[in-house]
């Protein structure tokens, strides 16, 4: 452990998820950032300094899992293998090599297969006893393993173990409400995709029998919840390939995230993950003791990434006033933070793994994202507010995902020279 003389930097990131948006009509014109009372993220931006920042590429749209690996500093045009592989380490599950993972969703569908409710009302439960009766199907044409494990609210992870599997097959989910439920499809020709698109189809299929009728779900309905009466399969992945961040940097980091998909990347890279209670990963979950364990964390670590997701779900579910209130939340434990840190020699980052568009498509964008760096050497711009306006007259100006990692890593002295 260290100790508090040491004067040692660190760095703590903090990612509010889906946080960037648009000019809202909601809103008269502004964004829930702009909105939101949060002055304890607006000092921090009055005394570092800010900018934007485009996850991958301007106007390219990314998800929450290529947006994390590319602000960790991975590339995920040559990385990225597969959403399902990170929901599986995020779970706890051990992939062995060969092993393919899916993301699912529980899911409400009519008797034609036809999506009524893509998440079966977000909050399940019953999930857990779902579960065991998942885990209870056995498939009759294959002799794969199938292991499902549920993760938080909706989601869960599924995993296939046997020989002979790969991960380019196509998802079920359709992705839109009112359409049917899709055939898995191999996405390329070879006898191990066409195998493993048979094996999600037959998969679904036993689910949907299992759990259209069940007591369980009939429950539900009596008590006017949508039955959650299939998974949505979707994001087949394997384990990737990467050096890890404390090889590539020499550093000690921790993740403290509560979603399966953003422990599974921080542990892909390398991180540590630190569990803490109360950290649902949802609009409840418990914002300021993410930051507690942080503070404490940063006696042993160089590097800890706090993730939320809560703004991104309000995003989805275009609920705005949820989405400034999560916000307001969020400033409000960053406000404990600064009072806690040693800000002399404490680097703290704020920004956003993408947009999330409240009002027109509940769904990510391309757009670009606030961020803010604030710590010991860093010269301030003249922006007061963290929010996308302001932050586009910021002194970092726009710069890629990518660049994140390395602009931290230099702050705490630990990238080497290019050259001589």
Not at 110 to 130: S, T
């Amino acid at each position: 452990m260290r100790r508090r003389g040491d004067h040692v930097k660190r760095a703590l990131l903090i990612v509010i998820d889906g946080a960037a948006d648009r000019a809202l009509k909601t809103l008269n014109g502004k964004t829930p950032l702009e909105v939101a009372y949060k002055p304890n993220i607006d000092q921090l931006a009055t005394n570092g300094v800010t900018g934007i920042m485009d996850p991958i590429a301007p106007g390219v749209s990314v998800g929450s899992d290529t947006a994390h690996l590319a602000l960790l500093g991975y590339d995920p045009f040559k990385t990225y293998t597969g959403r399902g592989a990170f929901e599986a380490l995020g779970a706890g599950i051990k992939l062995q090599p060969g092993e393919v993972a899916f993301r699912t969703n529980f899911a409400t569908v009519d008797e034609e297969m036809r999506v009524i409710d893509r998440r079966a009302g977000r909050y399940i439960e019953e999930a857990k006893e779902f579960e065991k009766l998942i885990n209870s199907i056995s498939l009759k044409t294959s002799n794969v393993k199938v292991l499902f494990r549920h993760t938080v609210e909706h989601r869960g992870v599924l995993i296939l173990r046997g020989e002979g599997l790969s991960r380019f097959v196509s998802d079920t989910d359709p992705h839109k409400i009112g359409m049917r439920v899709l055939e898995s499809k191999p996405l390329i020709d070879s006898p191990e995709a066409k195998r493993t698109a048979n094996i999600v189809n037959e998969f679904t299929r036993e689910v949907y029998k299992l759990l259209k009728d069940h007591p369980l779900n009939k429950s539900r309905v009596k008590r006017g919840l949508p039955p959650a009466n299939i998974l949505l399969v979707r994001g087949a992945g394997v384990l990737p390939n990467v050096k890890p961040l404390s090889e590539r940097f020499k550093v000690k980091c921790a993740c403290i995230a509560g979603i399966a998909l953003v422990k599974g990347v921080a542990k892909a890279v390398g991180m540590d993950i630190i569990d803490v209670p109360g950290a649902t990963g949802g609009l409840d979950t418990d914002v300021l003791a993410k930051v507690k364990y942080a503070i404490k964390a940063l006696e042993d670590y160089d590097f800890v990434f706090i993730h939320y997701k809560g703004t991104d779900a309000a995003s989805h579910d275009g609920n705005v006033w949820a989405k400034v209130k999560i916000i307001e939340k969020i400033d409000s434990a960053i406000g404990y933070l600064i009072d806690r840190v040693n800000l002399d020699e404490t680097y703290i980052i704020i920004t956003a793994d993408h947009a999330t568009l409240t009002e027109e498509t509940r769904n990510h964008s391309g757009d670009f994202v606030p961020i803010l760096i604030h710590g010991p050497g860093v010269i301030p711009d003249d922006v007061r507010v963290f929010c996308e306006r302001a932050c586009l007259k910021g002194g970092l100006g726009r710069i890629r995902g990518l660049d994140l990692m390395n602009i931290i890593m230099n702050y705490l002295d630990k990238v080497e020279k290019f050259g001589e």
